[in-house]
């Protein structure tokens, strides 16, 4: 079945597809994994996945679902894994367990190997825990939210990435001449810097300005904290401040600062900033990563390279794949998206001031990363989801010299009863205009956001249903333009009819495995990797391009200035005719 793309309303679309039937997509292959997976992690490559479960955790290669290692430990149950390539033959791995440990593991030439413990408990009564851990691609770097006696900081690691390749080369070569285990010791981890919720800096460049809005951020922070003091002495709950959450991106060469020019060449991945803002806060700072070495720079609060400030409190982010653009979500109902190479704001929409707070943001991405795509160009557009605490959902198109466009989508997930209430609805980077959205229910559809139509149905075997629908366990693979997802294997008798969803006794943890690419239906959406555009690298080439784009523009900055006055003057003439206070009374 063919999906209808004419020349009809989006409108007409959706009332059509709703009398039709909707393709269904069944699963391409389904087999067992270990009990007890918490979750599920894809290579950028797509070549392998990595499975945290309750006694460690296991690589799997993609294509051929077997198990090709596996690390194993009783009492260690991850409950996050990440899977980077370091190079063609070593994969750098990080996880976090039930107790807030992080680790970095290598997989080479079949092996596992522990390279290091970032947090680790020397004392009881000080013990950290890992609230949050990201690795940049390519596992140079790696930022740790750690948790302390009621204190949370960031830290910033740099990984030993070449000095690793070597060492595991080493160890291979000394595996082979031995029969027995060989004992190594790894290169550790170092601190770049760690990072404090903002507070007022001792020096450093603008001085002034960043007093300003860090004494703004200090001021906000403390009258959350009196006011959930004060709503807890109201309900009668002893129950402390809540910590301040960090939330982090690493950033991509821009070509905006002198120091980026450091990075690794012809390395796509290779991170050179860290943006950061904390829970509470109106700014969004950024820090630059290839610095000068320094002994003391671990132990010193770094200053940041840039400051962002906002008119509201900052509630989520999102970054772009090329990391240009950084998209905050504030608590006015406001959409604000920064563009890292002007260092200005590319927009600023209004989304809802009638829903509630949002929740989460992002970027709908419709093109694989290209070494040119942080270069792109001034007048291209971008297209954002935004996602509320009531289950509103609303999609941003934006950009410099064009109109902004919103679109409520709640509409499309209308729902009947509290059931049907998404839990998951994420962008498909790799099919166009496409989300992947999940319901409490277990039903799995792809919906088009442009055309408002319901492309497919993923629909599992009746014996294989999704796995704990509400919390699932899922990755989505962009090499191979697949999504593995977390189901149950049941016998046909074992399915209670008052239950959606078996009891885990009653059922074995198996992958759900759907390649898009194989559904005629969902085929024709598949991205094919776009020409790369011209690379703009220096400063200098950034700023000519500004200005051209500024004076091929100029037409229609003039038309929208006379646009806006027209409006102005029609305000103006409705504000007085408007009756005064006096006249009424």
Same mark, same amino acid.
């Given at each position: 079945?063919?999906?209808?793309?004419?020349?009809?309303?989006?409108?007409?679309?959706?009332?059509?597809?709703? /009398?039709?039937?909707?393709?269904?997509?069944?699963?391409?292959?389904? *087999?067992?994994?270990?009990?007890?997976?918490?979750?599920?992690?894809?290579?950028?490559?797509g $070549?392998?996945?990595?499975?945290?479960?309750?006694?460690?955790?296991?690589?799997?290669?993609?294509?051929?679902?077997? !198990?090709?290692?596996?690390?194993?430990?009783?009492?260690?149950e991850?409950?996050?894994i990440q899977?980077?390539?370091?190079?063609?033959?070593?994969?750098?791995l990080?996880?976090?367990d039930?107790?807030?440990?992080?680790?970095?593991?290598?997989?080479?030439?079949?092996?596992?190997?522990?390279?290091?413990?970032l947090?680790?408990?020397e004392?009881?009564?000080k $013990?950290?825990?890992? &609230?949050?851990?990201e690795?940049?691609?390519?596992?140079?770097?790696?930022? !740790?939210s750690?948790?302390?006696?009621?204190?949370v900081?960031?830290?910033?690691?740099?990984?030993?990435?070449?000095?690793?390749?070597?060492e595991?080369?080493?160890?291979?070569?000394?595996?082979?001449?031995?029969?027995?285990?060989?004992?190594?010791?790894?290169?550790?981890?170092?601190?770049?810097?760690?990072?404090t919720?903002?507070?007022?800096?001792?020096?450093?460049?603008?001085?002034?300005?960043?007093?300003?809005?860090?004494?703004?951020?200090?001021?906000i922070?403390? $009258?959350?904290?009196?006011? @959930?003091?004060?709503?807890?002495?109201?309900?009668?709950?002893?129950?402390?401040?809540?910590?301040? /959450?960090?939330?982090?991106?690493?950033?991509?060469?821009?070509?905006?600062?002198?120091? %980026?020019?450091?990075?690794?060449?012809?390395?796509?991945g290779?991170?050179?900033?860290?943006?950061?803002?904390?829970?509470?806060?109106?700014?969004?700072?950024?820090?630059?990563?290839?610095?000068?070495?320094?002994?003391?720079?671990?132990?010193?609060?770094?200053?940041?390279?840039?400051?962002?400030?906002?008119?509201? %409190?900052?509630l989520?982010?999102?970054?772009? $794949?090329?990391?240009? =653009?950084?998209a905050?979500?504030?608590?006015?109902?406001?959409?604000?998206?920064?563009? /890292?190479?002007?260092?200005?704001? &590319?927009?600023?929409?209004?989304?809802? !001031?009638?829903?509630?707070?949002?929740? +989460?943001i992002?970027?709908?991405?419709?093109?694989?990363?290209?070494?040119?795509?942080?270069?792109?160009?001034?007048?291209?557009?971008?297209?954002?989801?935004v996602?509320c605490?009531n289950?509103?959902?609303?999609?941003?198109?934006?950009? +410099?010299?064009?109109?902004s466009?919103t679109?409520?989508? *709640?509409?499309?997930?209308?729902?009947?009863?509290?059931?049907?209430?998404?839990?998951?609805?994420?962008?498909?980077?790799?099919?166009?205009?496409?989300?992947?959205?999940?319901?409490?229910?277990?039903?799995?559809?792809l919906?088009?956001?442009?055309?408002?139509?319901?492309?497919?149905?993923?629909?599992?075997?009746?014996?294989?249903?999704?796995?704990?629908?509400?919390?699932?366990?899922?990755?989505?693979?962009?090499?191979?333009?697949? &999504?593995?997802?977390?189901?149950?294997h049941?016998?046909?008798?074992d399915?209670?009819p008052?239950?959606?969803?078996?009891?885990?006794? @009653?059922?074995?943890?198996q992958?759900?495995?759907? +390649?898009?690419?194989?559904?005629?239906?969902?085929?024709?959406?598949?991205?094919s990797?776009?020409?790369?555009?011209?690379?703009?690298v220096?400063?200098?080439e950034?700023?000519?391009? =500004?200005?051209?784009?500024?004076?091929?523009?100029?037409? %229609? /900055?003039?038309?929208?200035?006379?646009?806006?006055?027209?409006? &102005?003057?029609?305000? %103006?003439?409705?504000?007085?005719?408007?009756?005064?206070?006096?006249?009424?009374?």
């Amino acid at each position: 079945m063919s999906v209808h793309m004419g020349k009809t309303s989006p409108h007409q679309n959706w009332k059509k597809t709703s /009398r039709q039937k909707t393709p269904t997509f069944k699963p391409s292959a389904t *087999t067992q994994i270990p009990e007890c997976t918490n979750c599920l992690a894809s290579s950028e490559d797509g $070549r392998y996945l990595g499975l945290g479960h309750s006694q460690g955790f296991s690589i799997w290669c993609a294509s051929s679902l077997i !198990a090709v290692a596996e690390w194993l430990h009783d009492t260690v149950e991850m409950t996050f894994i990440q899977i980077t390539r370091m190079s063609e033959t070593t994969y750098v791995l990080g996880t976090v367990d039930d107790m807030g440990v992080a680790r970095v593991f290598a997989y080479h030439n079949e092996d596992i190997h522990l390279l290091s413990v970032l947090n680790i408990m020397e004392n009881v009564n000080k $013990r950290s825990i890992c &609230l949050t851990y990201e690795m940049s691609e390519g596992g140079d770097y790696a930022a !740790a939210s750690i948790s302390c006696n009621g204190a949370v900081w960031l830290e910033v690691y740099s990984f030993p990435s070449d000095v690793w390749q070597k060492e595991l080369e080493m160890a291979l070569l000394q595996e082979q001449d031995s029969s027995g285990d060989v004992d190594l010791k790894w290169s550790p981890a170092s601190v770049v810097f760690k990072i404090t919720p903002s507070k007022m800096p001792a020096d450093g460049p603008l001085e002034d300005f960043f007093a300003h809005c860090l004494a703004l951020d200090t001021h906000i922070s403390s $009258r959350h904290q009196q006011e @959930e003091q004060a709503s807890n002495a109201d309900t009668g709950k002893i129950k402390a401040a809540s910590e301040r /959450r960090c939330t982090h991106h690493f950033l991509l060469p821009c070509g905006r600062f002198i120091g %980026e020019s450091r990075a690794k060449p012809q390395s796509v991945g290779f991170p050179v900033a860290l943006c950061v803002w904390w829970s509470g806060s109106q700014n969004l700072f950024q820090y630059l990563l290839q610095k000068a070495p320094n002994k003391k720079s671990a132990d010193v609060e770094p200053v940041p390279d840039e400051l962002w400030p906002n008119a509201n %409190e900052i509630l989520c982010s999102a970054v772009s $794949r090329s990391t240009r =653009y950084v998209a905050l979500g504030l608590d006015s109902g406001v959409v604000c998206v920064w563009d /890292r190479q002007s260092g200005s704001p &590319l927009s600023v929409v209004s989304v809802s !001031a009638a829903d509630s707070a949002f929740l +989460r943001i992002q970027f709908v991405d419709n093109s694989p990363l290209s070494a040119d795509d942080s270069h792109s160009s001034f007048t291209e557009k971008v297209k954002i989801l935004v996602l509320c605490k009531n289950g509103a959902i609303h999609t941003v198109t934006t950009g +410099r010299e064009t109109q902004s466009c919103t679109m409520q989508l *709640t509409d499309l997930l209308r729902t009947k009863h509290s059931g049907d209430l998404p839990t998951v609805v994420t962008s498909v980077p790799f099919l166009q205009n496409l989300l992947f959205v999940l319901q409490r229910n277990g039903k799995v559809f792809l919906l088009d956001v442009i055309n408002k139509t319901t492309v497919c149905l993923l629909v599992p075997l009746s014996t294989h249903p999704i796995a704990s629908p509400c919390n699932p366990v899922y990755a989505l693979n962009a090499k191979q333009k697949t &999504l593995f997802i977390k189901g149950l294997h049941v016998s046909a008798h074992d399915l209670m009819p008052s239950c959606s969803v078996p009891s885990p006794g @009653e059922s074995q943890s198996q992958l759900l495995v759907f +390649r898009f690419g194989e559904s005629d239906v969902i085929k024709q959406y598949i991205i094919s990797p776009r020409q790369q555009t011209p690379n703009y690298v220096t400063l200098e080439e950034t700023c000519d391009l =500004y200005l051209q784009q500024r004076a091929l523009s100029l037409d %229609e /900055r003039r038309k929208a200035q006379k646009q806006t006055w027209n409006q &102005l003057k029609e305000t %103006e003439v409705a504000v007085k005719r408007r009756p005064s206070r006096s006249t009424i009374s």
